[in-house]
């Protein structure tokens, strides 16, 4: 469980095993792993000059035995005691991320547990109450990459049956066709995480993760510093505002998920550009429409595609522009003119607007005001990339240029569920609900332009 723990224990560099010190482990979802010292790992006849930045420290406490670190960093010492923090750490074995490989991972979440909402209780009457364990779904990627989503019904009940607990606790595991590096099989499961993001609008944090170490199959817990300001509370999580959940795909899930994967493959730096406003949900309005701006710009080119002129016509105008120049300034032209075949701004807006009609017309109104929100958008995101004065007061500001930035997101939202299938109609029903529980002046900003 990534819960907050401290762990006391002795240290030492896998390459200095003789030299153990002891210290105590410490985590916390919010601040991280950091590891105090009693003394320095490293030996007087091998103190660093720079920074002390070992890749692994191997420990064992009593608690949960060996203990790697991973990508670790000498943050303070002083006379014979150090501090170090550490990206991650494995508790349960000595792993060399060089040469161990997984068999599989998995991985519990709060958000993922919403979002999968396996039905397992039945209330046949007052005096009686079922429960049971749901059906597993499972997924198969073309590379034989398995998938697997399933829920346990934890139970509890106190000495004197008073009282009985259930729980449902829900998992996610992926199990590559052949025993992989860490990277890999963390890769698969951020991947799955990223889908419950998409779905539920909001980062979806795991609470445990669990590996499987080749060739032994021991289980190893994997901890690390949470990428935002944690929150458990489930309250949170409203129905109202989710573009899609489990129950909306359960019944293709091997489809739906091989489609996901596909589409993560394909579109991964959009997909980075819009789960960085998830995650970082702080970020000024400014980075917030540049981030969105630019995923709708790398959507467009990798999924759309398209250049100004065909290739062959292209490279004829570049031909004689060049010639016309002067010899000491081709070389100059040529390098200025490398991207002119590429579609502008302007163009790659229109063209997204036009193939999600229906949305367009609900989210922002007639062809006209489609117009006016383009220029809008390229005159405001050429302002705060150049910051050329002539285009400041051309571009929009403060409330404004947020419910520009939230009217971009919802497009972007849009292209995302039509690359994974969804229906024209779904697609509205729930980018129209979302919208007025999400940001009610979307659609009265849309009617006023």
């Known amino acids: 469980m990534m819960e907050k723990f401290e762990y006391k224990g002795s240290w030492w560099l896998p390459e200095d095993p003789d030299r153990k010190v ?3 482990l410490k985590f916390s979802p919010d601040e991280g792993i950091r590891l105090e010292l009693t003394d320095l790992l490293e030996s007087n006849n091998h103190l660093s000059l720079g920074a002390f930045a070992p890749e692994l420290i191997f420990g064992k406490t009593a608690e949960k035995g060996k203990v790697t670190l991973y990508h670790c960093l000498e943050t303070r010492h002083h006379a014979a005691t150090s501090e170090i923090v550490c990206e991650l750490a494995i508790l349960g074995s000595h792993v060399d991320f060089q040469k161990d490989t997984f068999l599989s991972m998995h991985a519990e979440s709060r958000e993922l ?3 999968a909402n396996f039905k397992w209780v039945e209330l046949s009457d007052w005096r009686c109450v079922r429960w049971h364990i749901p059906d597993k779904l499972n997924a198969c990627l073309n590379d034989g ?3 697997a989503l399933w829920a346990v019904i934890e139970h509890s009940w106190t000495s004197v049956p008073a009282e009985v607990r259930l729980r449902r606790k829900t998992f996610v595991e992926v199990t590559p066709a052949s025993p992989s590096p860490f990277e890999r099989c963390l890769g ?3 991947t799955m995480l990223d889908l419950v993001s998409l779905g539920l609008l909001r980062p979806a944090i795991p609470s445990e993760i ?3 170490l080749n060739p032994q199959e021991e289980k190893v817990e994997i901890v690390y510093k949470f990428p935002r300001k944690y929150s458990s509370n489930k309250a949170l999580l409203n129905p109202a505002q989710t573009l899609f959940t489990c129950t909306d795909i359960s019944n293709h899930f091997d489809e739906f998920i091989r489609r996901w994967f596909d589409l993560n493959d394909r579109l991964r730096p959009v997909l980075n550009l819009y789960l960085a406003t998830l995650y970082a949900q702080e970020m000024y309005v400014e980075s917030y429409f540049l981030n969105i701006i630019h995923a709708l710009e790398a959507y467009h080119r990798l999924a759309i595609g398209g250049q100004d002129l065909p290739e062959d016509e ?5 031909s004689e522009i060049i010639n016309s120049a002067p010899s000491q300034w081709r070389q100059w032209l040529k390098e200025q003119l490398k991207y002119s075949n590429e579609k502008r701004l302007r163009s790659r807006l229109m063209e997204i607007c036009e193939k999600s009609q229906s949305v367009t017309k609900k989210l922002i109104g007639s062809k006209k005001k489609v117009k006016h929100f383009i220029s809008q958008v390229v005159d405001t995101r050429n302002y705060l990339t150049h910051y050329d004065p002539a285009y400041a007061e051309k571009a929009v500001h403060g409330r404004q240029l947020f419910y520009l930035t939230q ?3 919802v ?3 849009c292209c995302l569920l039509r690359e994974l299938g969804f229906p024209d109609p779904f697609i509205l029903e729930r980018i129209e609900k979302v919208s007025v529980n999400r940001l009610p002046l979307i659609t009265v900003w849309a009617l006023a332009d």
């Not at 292209?314 to 570049?318: A, L, S, Y």
């Open 314 to 318: 292209h490279q004829k105008r570049v």
């Open 113 to 115: 547990d919403f979002w």
């Open 188 to 190: 698969l499961l951020q």
């Open 411 to 413: 497009l972007l939202e």
């Open 22 to 24: 002891g210290g105590i």
């Open 145 to 147: 990459t398995r998938v």
């Open 407 to 409: 009217r971009l997101k």
């Open 210 to 212: 669990v590996g499987v």
